[in-house]
């Protein structure tokens, strides 16, 4: 699947609401979601859509 990059200019305001999203969901994820998973979840949530197979951030390796 081909994918594109989005490059996003937010203020340090909204970067610490990240942020503090950030560590809100690690408490219920186990690790610390990056800001592109915060962003892709509050996309989704928005769009009203389901993004968890399509968009998921594939930078990470896989745990076996």
């Known amino acids: 699947m081909e994918r ?3 490059n996003l200019r937010i203020s340090e305001e909204l970067g610490r609401l990240i942020d503090a999203k950030r560590i809100e969901l690690s408490q219920k994820m186990g690790t610390i979601p990056s800001r592109s ?3 892709r979840m509050a996309l989704a949530q928005f769009l009203k859509v389901d993004l968890s197979e399509t968009e998921q951030d ?7």
């Not at 594939?58 to 076996?64: E, G, I």
């Open 58 to 64: 594939r930078r990470r390796t896989a745990k076996s």
């Open 37 to 39: 998973d915060v962003l």
């Open 4 to 6: 594109s990059q989005l």
